[in-house]
């Protein structure tokens, strides 16, 4: 039931603290909200600042090969700038806003996927309003798109993921497809011109050795 505060960093900051204080989580690394801000240490965000926000409300999309479409990023980070260059809430709205949000989410949820949402209306208004932002960056063709498309599932809700999993749904599990949709990934992952070698011989491998086997020293991230 912990609650972050979100008001500004200071405030995130002494939530977390205080919470460890009183036994309401363990330390700060067990808290998953649905977005955190991380530093290696908790009490270095005050000071350093942010290095990256961790966006957690997403669930791995099974229709994709790497758990998440390119356009799911995509918007994203749309509405990711879209806020950052929206006026700033006043600090006194922030808890307000967010317990509206975390309210909305859970009605959301909650409803029948196949059905219009009780929320679409305002769904179309923040689309709307995507819409003009994405004109003003300049965004391009395939932001509009993506823009289509999210209006396009909010007015017929059949094409939303949760209501294409629906359909697959058998004695109250997916758990067919599941295997199916693994299987069908597997098989396309071993015909690769490059397959993926790294377990045979490994128990486990670190994060770096994983990287390097995947990609073979030809990624790094942009640090820009």
């Known amino acids: 039931n912990f609650t972050p505060d979100y008001t500004d960093v200071e405030s995130y900051v002494a939530r977390i603290k205080r919470a ?17 801000f991380k530093d290696d240490n908790v009490e270095n965000l005050a000071t350093d600042g942010i290095k990256y926000l961790k966006p957690r409300m997403l669930d791995l999309d099974p229709t994709s090969y790497v758990g998440i479409r390119t356009g799911t990023l995509r918007f994203i ?5 879209y806020f950052i260059m929206s006026p700033a809430l006043n600090k006194s709205e922030v808890s307000e806003a967010l317990a509206v949000a975390d309210k909305r989410n859970e009605i959301v949820a909650l409803e029948d996927p196949t059905k219009k949402s009780q929320l679409s209306e305002a769904a179309i208004a923040l689309i709307e309003h995507l ?16 823009i289509e498309d999210m209006q396009y599932r ?4 059949m094409n939303t993921p949760s209501a294409r999993l629906v ?3 058998k004695d109250d599990s997916l758990t067919n497809y599941a295997l199916k949709r693994a299987k ?18 490994n128990a486990s491998l670190t994060a770096d050795e994983l990287k390097a086997k995947i990609f073979r020293g030809s ?5 820009r």
């Open 184 to 201: 069908a990934y597997q098989k396309s992952a071993l015909l690769a011109l490059h397959p993926f070698r790294g377990f045979e011989d």
């Open 20 to 36: 460890v204080a009183k036994k309401e989580i363990y330390t700060a690394a067990p808290f998953h909200g649905p977005v955190r």
């Open 131 to 146: 819409k003009v932002y994405v004109d003003l960056i300049q965004a391009g063709p395939e932001y509009q798109e993506l």
């Open 219 to 223: 990624w790094e991230p942009d640090n």
């Open 77 to 81: 980070w749309l509405l990711a700038s």
């Open 167 to 169: 359909r697959h749904i």
């Open 154 to 157: 909010v007015k017929i809700p």
